[in-house]
Structure formats: structure tokens, C-alpha cells
């Protein structure tokens, strides 16, 4: 069994949500050949990216692949069942497009202290506690192990005593994507 045929179905969904996000038409012959899909499973996986209101998509004919179509509502009509694990694809897909952490080095923030200059930094923990306000420490650790499985660099800096992430990690950092899922297609024409 290779590691594709392992892969959670959390995983394997936020890295299609990176691959729609990133290009602008997936072909499904190029998606098969980072992913185990088969049709069913992968407009499974996008309907779930969907109802999670993270990404809307459409089968083009011309393009011969799916297009983004907008950014849907989350789906609250769902079972209770799938609905723990829409509320978890939406806060993870949320994290990989807005977490946010204010690169600065401790002797610049001690020279601003000096100086009187006294700010507040926002680390990736403080950027994720006001996306997602009342939520546990240990939600949190999970979020960002999740993030770290899927290629994001997010760690604890033991210098700076915070959360860090590094954002030229984030796009498509996991893998090679083949060039042919991007088909010059740029909003709907050629």
C-alpha cells in the first residue's frame, strides 16, 4: 500500500483546497496522479470543500477540468455527524489562507522596548486565538499538527517563547504539482 492509499481524508482534503486555491483549472487525470482519486471520491472531497465554505467549483468542459466559482456558504443544514467535520475542514482551510505572524526578531522588539516603543506582536497563537476565539489549547495543537502532516512550517520558537510560521512554506510546499493542471485558463476565457 503506498503512502498515497494512507493519507486521512482531512489531509487529502486541505491539500486539494491548496491545489483549487492555487491554480486556475484542476484536471482530473493531474489530480489522480498526486491523489488516490476516483471520480466519485474526489467530487465527494469537493462537495465537503464546498458545504465547508471553503471553495466552489465547476466541471468545464473546454477546460476539461474544475474551475473555481467563488467562495460558498457554510453548509448548515448537514448531520450532526459530518457537521464536526465541516466546522474542522473550514477552521484548517481558514488557518492555511489567514494565519498570521509578525516576523520580528527579539533584539528589534527589545530595542523598541528600550526606546519606549512598546507594541503588541501577533504570533501565529495569537493569530489563531482571534480566528478562532473560545477554542482550547489542545484544539489548537491539533489544528497546527495537522498544518505541519500537510508541508506548513508552524513551530514553537523556544528563543522568541512563541508560535511561529513561515509563509514561503505554504504554497504547494508538499509536492511537484504537475504543470498541466494550470491551462492558461484566466476567469472563464482563453
Not at 74 to 96: D, E, I, S, W, Y
Not at 101 to 114: G, S, T
Amino acid at each position: 500500500m503506498s503512502q498515497k492509499e494512507k493519507m486521512p481524508r482531512i489531509e487529502r482534503q486541505l491539500r486539494l483546497y491548496e491545489i483549487v486555491c492555487q491554480f486556475a483549472i484542476v484536471q482530473f487525470e493531474a489530480a489522480c496522479e498526486i491523489f488516490p482519486y476516483n471520480m466519485r471520491l474526489l467530487q465527494r472531497d469537493l462537495a465537503d470543500l464546498r458545504d465547508a465554505g471553503l471553495v466552489s467549483v465547476k466541471y468545464s468542459r473546454k477546460g476539461n477540468g474544475y474551475v473555481k466559482t467563488g467562495k460558498p456558504e457554510f453548509a448548515h443544514k448537514v448531520k450532526p455527524c459530518k457537521m464536526a467535520h465541516l466546522k474542522r475542514l473550514n477552521r484548517l482551510g481558514t488557518l492555511m489562507s489567514e494565519l498570521v505572524n509578525e516576523d520580528i526578531p527579539l533584539w528589534e522588539k527589545k530595542d523598541n522596548e528600550e526606546s519606549g516603543d512598546v507594541q503588541e506582536y501577533v504570533t501565529a497563537k495569537d493569530s489563531y486565538n482571534e480566528l478562532f476565539p473560545g477554542l482550547s489549547e489542545r484544539t489548537r495543537q491539533r489544528d497546527f499538527e495537522v498544518l505541519r502532516r500537510i508541508g506548513y512550517n508552524i513551530f514553537y520558537d523556544p528563543a522568541e517563547h512563541c508560535f511561529c510560521h513561515d509563509d514561503y512554506c505554504f504554497p504547494l510546499g508538499w509536492t511537484n504539482v504537475p504543470d498541466k493542471i494550470d491551462d492558461d485558463f484566466v476567469e472563464g476565457t482563453w
